[in-house]
């Protein structure tokens, strides 16, 4: 069984916030789309977007449910069909809604963290954006790493709509640029994001990082 540290933050669900003493830290999420995709939901109306949060939500407290062992009676279908995947490939969900944080700036909830340390991010979108999860779970390991002292195993988007499960390998942003978002993040600077939207295919489907200075 995998030895999780626990962090000092508390993650308030009600106001969505993550205090610490006196303080409060900020998510990921707003990071993300502040630096990396400001525009991502510019063009769906509120109405979509507040249904496509409520079934989000509704999502992840079933998996949330069933992983800290309560169970549920009628899971959504997607649901089920996540725990049946994770039997068939024989792993372990340890921990959902695990908090991570640097204790100072940062702070987020991982969805699910199995027993080899290997990272889940659940998304409930009609598409899937492996830009935004490389981001979402590359902060998550550093976070996660640092917390506990140890490294991150694999990271995997996981995608549950329509009654259907896809768990699929996201690659790993480097951590000094993770680190140069985050520093950007705090001091209120702006952050070059080194991945172009012209470069984003060849990053997920090539073994190697490229860079538009690279290519210059």
Known sequence: MIELVKSKVVFDEVEHSYPLDDKQLRGITAIIHEYICPDKYSAVPKRI???????????????????????MAEPAPEVTALFDWATENKVFFAKSEYLVSDNDTFASCIDIVDDNGNLYDIKTWSQND???????????????????????????????????????????????????????????????????????????????????????
């Open 49 to 71: 977007l507040n249904n496509a949060c409520d079934r989000g939500h509704d999502i992840h407290s079933q998996v949330q449910m069933i992983v800290d062992g309560f169970g």
């Open 130 to 216: 492996e830009e935004y999860l490389s981001w979402q779970l590359s902060i998550y390991a550093y976070l996660f790493e640092l917390q506990n002292s140890r490294s991150a195993g694999k990271l995997y988007g996981v995608w549950l709509r329509d009654g259907k499960c896809k768990v699929f390998e996201v690659k790993r942003i480097e951590n000094d640029t993770i680190k140069d978002l985050l520093h950007c993040a705090k001091n209120g600077l702006p952050f070059q994001n080194p991945f172009k939207a012209i470069l984003t295919q060849d990053f997920f489907q090539d073994d190697k990082l490229i860079r538009l200075s690279e290519i210059e």
